[in-house]
Structures are given as structure tokens and as C-alpha cells.
């Protein structure tokens, strides 16, 4: 396969065995024997290469000395470029720039051959990028390097203002944060620190890189304030809070400018505040608000509401000291926000707040808003039980403005419906709240939903009927159906140790489900209640399960003497008629 033991031989350094294959005339070594062997820096076997004639190194473009050159091989480059065939225009010295190898950059600058601005200068561009002071020196000294050039894929792009992406070498280490290439650039006459409408201070305040931004400040061609002052709010949306201090000391700093939301189509003033706020960076958000021009209820005091909604207590406690800032706003989202992600102290600090009420309606739209007294109130409450959020409970059950039964004890329904075990505890325990509504429907959802925990609670209130009748399709024994149909063994074996659960109502329906649905052990625990009888409903119990190729609950029924094990065969289901259907 192409002399691949040759090619294996010269990429791992064996050189006695690359001996002996190029002492063998069958093997030709003309492939990519002389690649892999630059790649990696084998120096011996390279030179054996070249000293056969059937090797040309130039061969796939050149590639020996550009892998060479990227890998840092110092005396494999200087072998090549002493090769007539070998040309090292390409793309070696952009390669050696980037991976930062000094001393194969001075020997290929050296030779007449290369031109270290191909590539609309990519060679500086990315020793700019990554650190590499030392050949930006070297490239800028050549007088074919252009540091301002721009990137050839922006240019082919935008070629109608192409002058706005020059001087991509300055602006990759602005934004990679290689300050000593900054000053180095910004020595140059050639460079402007302003272009891409000033993309190196965005870039720079974006990834904190503070002496970057120091020295762009102090370069009276940098404008700071450029795209409604994006950098001063995009370091405050990634906490850079050094930077934001030295924008905030630039006059021409605006902190309260907007931001433009693309996908909304929407701007949104003092962003600056509101991305801290958001994030939780405490430090900044102090900064700002002692700052007169940063309005902290700005865009319907969206600050408290994002910092309460993740949970920044250090930022609630500065926001909702400023007499500025209405944490009631919007129909109360402070706290319904922290309510449903359960962030009980910021609850509890909201609660404090006398312009906070926690039974405002839902602002889902006020031509919905019922105007029944508690209809749709407590949002906040429910919310919390609706996720499960048993601190923010227990606070909000402290306070008397809540109504733990508003929307027809809607927290516990939905908390017994979703398994929050804890919560459905600290509501029962309300006198106020009724786990009996809607005909039980709390232990008909937990029973479906397969919600152990919550079914024995519920079981242990006496005023909880698990024999209640469904309230959509008013079948009696709701609890047990849908826990058989749907396979909850546990909770099956709990509501049958109740008196009140009869498993044999509607013609049997929880076994025939069970069978139907596969659920064996299920079946097994229904089957030894006295009450249930296998065969009802013209058997239908095991000609659903043989319909289906419940293997295992066909054995299971057809072992009881009450069920007609002629109906487990499916053809035998087949050829007969019946009256009864599930």
C-alpha cells in the first residue's frame, strides 16, 4: 500500500530500518517517506532521504518544510532550504511565525525565495495573535510586511469597505490579550488602533484584558464610546471590573448607553447595569450605582428582576437599597422569578419590601385576567410549588398575603403532580389547603404519574379519598386505574392495602390496562386481590395481552382457574367474536 512501511518507518525515527528499505530495490521511498520524517524531526533520516534520488522533497506542495517549519525543526529546515528543488515560498514562514520558532524565521527571511507578506500578511497577523513579540519585531522590520493589511476572507467579504477590517495583526492581539505586541504595533506608524470602528477596545474590554485597554485609552485615536459604548457594558456583562473603572474615568464613557437586541429588534438602556446585575458581579453593579447617569430602573427595572431570577443576593441587597429601583415592577417578576428558581433568600428579602406583593395576579394579558377575588393570584406560590422549590415555600407560607388554596388549591395539585414530596408536605399541613378538590385529583396525578412519595402523604391525610372517581371521566377508583395502566407498581401495592380502593370497578378495568399494556407485576399483585376477577369483560384481560405478546401476563392468566386460557392463543382471538372492548 504505497511503501507504508517505509512511510511508518521514516514518521517514528527508525532510521536503520529506513536504511535497510532504501538498500531494497522494491521499495519506492518517493511518496511521503521525506514528510513524515520532517513532521517529526528525525534530522538522520531526512538526510538519507535526501541523498536518494527518487526522492524529490518539494513533492505534495512542498510539504516537508512546512510541517518542518510549523514543528519547530531547526536543522531540517536548513537541510531543505539547501535543496534546489525544495521552494520554501509557500506557506513555511507563515507556519514558523504562528508557532512562534524564531530562529527558522530569521533563515527563511534569509532566503531570496520567501515573501513573508502572502496571504495578506498572514504571518504577523497570527504572531500578533499569539504572543510571538520577538518575530513581530523581525516581520515588521522587513519592508514587504504590511501590519495593516486586512484578512483576505474579510476583503473577498466586504470589499466595499474592506478599510474597516485593516489592521486584523493589531486587533488579534488586542483581543488575545498580548500586550507586548500592543505596544509594539502601536510604535508603528502603519497601525490604527481605530479601525474596524475601534473592534480592538470592543475586543480588549471583552476579554478583560486590562493593560490592553490601558494602552488604547491612552491613544487619542481610540474612541471608547464607539457602538453606544459597547465596551464599557460588555465588561460589565463579563466582570472586568478593573476596565469598567478606567472607562468610567474616560469622559466620553456614557454608562447608561443602550443595547440593540438584533433578534427583538429592541433596544435597552444603562445595559451596562443590567448585564452585572444579570450575571452577578456585585463589584460593578456598586461602581455603577454610585455613578449619577446609570438609571438601575431602567427597561421596567429589569436589574433586580435578573438578579433576583439568578439568584445574586449580594446584587438584590444593592439594587433594592436604591430608592430608584421598584422590585414590584412588572406585575411582581422579582419574585416570582426567584420563586421559581428557588432562591429563598432573595424571596424572603423581596417579602421584606412593602412595594412587593406576592399575590399579584399573573400578567398573562388583562383581558384574561379573571376578576374573581384569587383567581389566578399567588403566582408567585404556585410557581414555587409547580418546580419543586420547598424553602421558597415555606417562606412564602409565612407570609399572610399568601392564599396557599387560591385557584382551587391549585399549588397542591400541581406540586402532587409533579412528585415534590416536601412541598406537598409543608402544604398539608395548612389548615387552609384542600388536597380533596377536584375529586381528589391530587392523588389521581400522583397515582398516574407514578409519584410514590406523594400518594402515601396523601394517604395518610384522612380527608383524601383514593377511591374518588376521576374528574375528566368520572370513573370511581381514578387512583388505582391509572397507576395499573401505566405501571407503578409501588403505588399500586400501597392503594390496594387500602380499603377503600376497589380494583375491580369498570368490568376490571386496572387489569385488563395492566395486561393490556404488559405491566406483569402489576397483573401478579392485581391478581392476588380478592376482589378482581381476570376474566371479565369476556376475558379480556388475557386477550389483550396475547393481542400484544405480553408473553409472561398470558401465563400469569391463563394459570387462573377463572380465565378461559383459549383466548391466549391470538389466532383462537381471532376467528372468535366478542361483545366487549377496551
Same mark, same amino acid.
Given at each position: 500500500h504505497n511503501n507504508s512501511a517505509i512511510q511508518y518507518a521514516s514518521k517514528n525515527g527508525h532510521t536503520e530500518i529506513v536504511k535497510m528499505l532504501l538498500a531494497d530495490s522494491r521499495v519506492d521511498p518517493s511518496y511521503n517517506a521525506i514528510r513524515f520524517a520532517s513532521e517529526y524531526g528525525h534530522t538522520e533520516i531526512v538526510r538519507m532521504l535526501l541523498e536518494d534520488s527518487r526522492v524529490n522533497p518539494s513533492r505534495h506542495n512542498n510539504s516537508a518544510i512546512q510541517y518542518a517549519s510549523k514543528n519547530g525543526h531547526t536543522e531540517i529546515?536548513?537541510?531543505?532550504?539547501?535543496?534546489?528543488?525544495?521552494?520554501?515560498?509557500?506557506?513555511?514562514?507563515?507556519?514558523?511565525?504562528?508557532?512562534?520558532?524564531?530562529?527558522?524565521?530569521?533563515?527563511l527571511l534569509a532566503d531570496p525565495r520567501v515573501d513573508p507578506s502572502t496571504n495578506s500578511n498572514y504571518a504577523i497577523q497570527y504572531a500578533s495573535k499569539n504572543g510571538h513579540t520577538e518575530i513581530v519585531k523581525m516581520l515588521l522590520s522587513d519592508p514587504r510586511v504590511n501590519p495593516s493589511d486586512s484578512d483576505p476572507r474579510d476583503e473577498h467579504c466586504y470589499q466595499k469597505v474592506a478599510r474597516w477590517y485593516r489592521d486584523v495583526a493589531f486587533r488579534l492581539a488586542c483581543r488575545h490579550g498580548q500586550t507586548a505586541v500592543v505596544k509594539v504595533l502601536l510604535a508603528d506608524s502603519r497601525i490604527d488602533p481605530s479601525s474596524g470602528y475601534n473592534e480592538a /477596545?470592543?475586543?480588549?474590554?471583552?476579554?478583560?484584558?486590562?493593560?490592553?485597554?490601558?494602552?488604547?485609552?491612552?491613544?487619542?485615536?481610540?474612541d471608547p464610546s464607539v457602538r453606544n459604548n459597547y465596551p464599557i457594558w460588555i465588561a460589565s456583562k463579563n466582570g472586568h471590573v478593573e476596565i469598567v473603572k478606567m472607562l468610567l474615568a474616560d469622559l466620553r464613557v456614557n454608562p447608561s448607553d443602550s443595547y440593540y437586541d438584533y433578534n427583538f429588534q429592541?433596544?435597552?438602556?444603562?445595559?451596562?447595569?443590567?448585564? @452585572?446585575? %444579570?450575571?452577578?458581579?456585585?463589584?460593578? +453593579? %456598586?461602581?455603577?450605582? @454610585?455613578?449619577?447617569r446609570v438609571d438601575p430602573s431602567a427597561v421596567d427595572n429589569c436589574a433586580v428582576i435578573k438578579a433576583s431570577e439568578n439568584g445574586h443576593v449580594d446584587v438584590v441587597v444593592m439594587l433594592l437599597a436604591d430608592s430608584r429601583v421598584d422590585p414590584s415592577a412588572c406585575d411582581n417578576e422579582a419574585i416570582k422569578c426567584a420563586s421559581i428558581k428557588g432562591h429563598a433568600e432573595i424571596v424572603k428579602m423581596l417579602l421584606a419590601d412593602a412595594r412587593?406583593?406576592?399575590?399579584?395576579?399573573?400578567?398573562?394579558?388583562?383581558? %384574561?385576567?379573571?376578576?374573581?377575588?384569587?383567581?389566578?393570584?399567588?403566582?408567585?406560590?404556585?410557581?414555587?410549588?409547580?418546580?419543586?422549590? @420547598?424553602a421558597v415555600v415555606q417562606e412564602l407560607l409565612a407570609d399572610s398575603r399568601i392564599d396557599p388554596s387560591s385557584d382551587y388549591n391549585e399549588a397542591i395539585k400541581t406540586a402532587s403532580e409533579y412528585g415534590h414530596s416536601e412541598v406537598v408536605k409543608l402544604l398539608l399541613a395548612d389548615p387552609r389547603v384542600n388536597?380533596? +378538590?377536584?375529586?381528589?385529583?391530587?392523588? %389521581?396525578?400522583?397515582?398516574?404519574?407514578?409519584? @410514590?412519595?406523594?400518594?402515601? /402523604?396523601l394517604l395518610e391525610d384522612s380527608r383524601v379519598n383514593p377511591g374518588a372517581c376521576a374528574s375528566d371521566w368520572y370513573q370511581e377508583n381514578a387512583a388505582i386505574i391509572y397507576a395499573s395502566e401505566y405501571g407503578h407498581k409501588e403505588v399500586v401495592e400501597m392503594l390496594l392495602g387500602d380499603d377503600?380502593?376497589?380494583?375491580?370497578?369498570?368490568d376490571n378495568y386496572a387489569i385488563r390496562k395492566a395486561s393490556e399494556n404488559g405491566h406483569a407485576e402489576v397483573v401478579k399483585m392485581l391478581l392476588a386481590h380478592s376482589r378482581v376477577d381476570p376474566s371479565a369483560c369476556e376475558n379480556a384481560a388475557i386477550r389483550y395481552a396475547a393481542?400484544?405478546?405480553?408473553?409472561? /401476563?398470558?401465563?400469569?392468566?391463563?394459570?387462573?382457574?377463572?380465565v378461559d386460557s383459549r383466548f391466549g392463543d391470538v389466532f383462537y382471538i381471532s376467528n372468535r367474536p366478542t361483545n366487549c372492548h377496551m
Amino acid at each position: 500500500h504505497n511503501n507504508s512501511a517505509i512511510q511508518y518507518a521514516s514518521k517514528n525515527g527508525h532510521t536503520e530500518i529506513v536504511k535497510m528499505l532504501l538498500a531494497d530495490s522494491r521499495v519506492d521511498p518517493s511518496y511521503n517517506a521525506i514528510r513524515f520524517a520532517s513532521e517529526y524531526g528525525h534530522t538522520e533520516i531526512v538526510r538519507m532521504l535526501l541523498e536518494d534520488s527518487r526522492v524529490n522533497p518539494s513533492r505534495h506542495n512542498n510539504s516537508a518544510i512546512q510541517y518542518a517549519s510549523k514543528n519547530g525543526h531547526t536543522e531540517i529546515v536548513k537541510m531543505l532550504l539547501a535543496d534546489p528543488r525544495v521552494d520554501p515560498s509557500n506557506n513555511a514562514i507563515r507556519f514558523a511565525s504562528e508557532y512562534g520558532h524564531i530562529e527558522i524565521v530569521k533563515m527563511l527571511l534569509a532566503d531570496p525565495r520567501v515573501d513573508p507578506s502572502t496571504n495578506s500578511n498572514y504571518a504577523i497577523q497570527y504572531a500578533s495573535k499569539n504572543g510571538h513579540t520577538e518575530i513581530v519585531k523581525m516581520l515588521l522590520s522587513d519592508p514587504r510586511v504590511n501590519p495593516s493589511d486586512s484578512d483576505p476572507r474579510d476583503e473577498h467579504c466586504y470589499q466595499k469597505v474592506a478599510r474597516w477590517y485593516r489592521d486584523v495583526a493589531f486587533r488579534l492581539a488586542c483581543r488575545h490579550g498580548q500586550t507586548a505586541v500592543v505596544k509594539v504595533l502601536l510604535a508603528d506608524s502603519r497601525i490604527d488602533p481605530s479601525s474596524g470602528y475601534n473592534e480592538a /477596545i470592543e475586543n480588549a474590554s471583552e476579554y478583560g484584558h486590562t493593560e490592553v485597554v490601558k494602552m488604547l485609552l491612552a491613544d487619542p485615536r481610540v474612541d471608547p464610546s464607539v457602538r453606544n459604548n459597547y465596551p464599557i457594558w460588555i465588561a460589565s456583562k463579563n466582570g472586568h471590573v478593573e476596565i469598567v473603572k478606567m472607562l468610567l474615568a474616560d469622559l466620553r464613557v456614557n454608562p447608561s448607553d443602550s443595547y440593540y437586541d438584533y433578534n427583538f429588534q429592541k433596544s435597552y438602556d444603562n445595559a451596562a447595569i443590567i448585564f @452585572a446585575s %444579570q450575571n452577578g458581579y456585585a463589584a460593578i +453593579v %456598586q461602581i455603577l450605582l @454610585a455613578d449619577t447617569r446609570v438609571d438601575p430602573s431602567a427597561v421596567d427595572n429589569c436589574a433586580v428582576i435578573k438578579a433576583s431570577e439568578n439568584g445574586h443576593v449580594d446584587v438584590v441587597v444593592m439594587l433594592l437599597a436604591d430608592s430608584r429601583v421598584d422590585p414590584s415592577a412588572c406585575d411582581n417578576e422579582a419574585i416570582k422569578c426567584a420563586s421559581i428558581k428557588g432562591h429563598a433568600e432573595i424571596v424572603k428579602m423581596l417579602l421584606a419590601d412593602a412595594r412587593v406583593a406576592p399575590r399579584d395576579l399573573n400578567y398573562v394579558n388583562n383581558s %384574561q385576567k379573571r376578576k374573581r377575588s384569587g383567581w389566578c393570584g399567588n403566582v408567585a406560590f404556585r410557581l414555587a410549588c409547580r418546580n419543586g422549590k @420547598a424553602a421558597v415555600v415555606q417562606e412564602l407560607l409565612a407570609d399572610s398575603r399568601i392564599d396557599p388554596s387560591s385557584d382551587y388549591n391549585e399549588a397542591i395539585k400541581t406540586a402532587s403532580e409533579y412528585g415534590h414530596s416536601e412541598v406537598v408536605k409543608l402544604l398539608l399541613a395548612d389548615p387552609r389547603v384542600n388536597p380533596c +378538590v377536584c375529586r381528589n385529583y391530587a392523588i %389521581q396525578v400522583a397515582s398516574k404519574y407514578g409519584h @410514590a412519595a406523594v400518594v402515601k /402523604i396523601l394517604l395518610e391525610d384522612s380527608r383524601v379519598n383514593p377511591g374518588a372517581c376521576a374528574s375528566d371521566w368520572y370513573q370511581e377508583n381514578a387512583a388505582i386505574i391509572y397507576a395499573s395502566e401505566y405501571g407503578h407498581k409501588e403505588v399500586v401495592e400501597m392503594l390496594l392495602g387500602d380499603d377503600r380502593v376497589d380494583p375491580s370497578v369498570g368490568d376490571n378495568y386496572a387489569i385488563r390496562k395492566a395486561s393490556e399494556n404488559g405491566h406483569a407485576e402489576v397483573v401478579k399483585m392485581l391478581l392476588a386481590h380478592s376482589r378482581v376477577d381476570p376474566s371479565a369483560c369476556e376475558n379480556a384481560a388475557i386477550r389483550y395481552a396475547a393481542s400484544n405478546y405480553h408473553t409472561e /401476563i398470558v401465563k400469569m392468566l391463563s394459570a387462573d382457574s377463572r380465565v378461559d386460557s383459549r383466548f391466549g392463543d391470538v389466532f383462537y382471538i381471532s376467528n372468535r367474536p366478542t361483545n366487549c372492548h377496551m
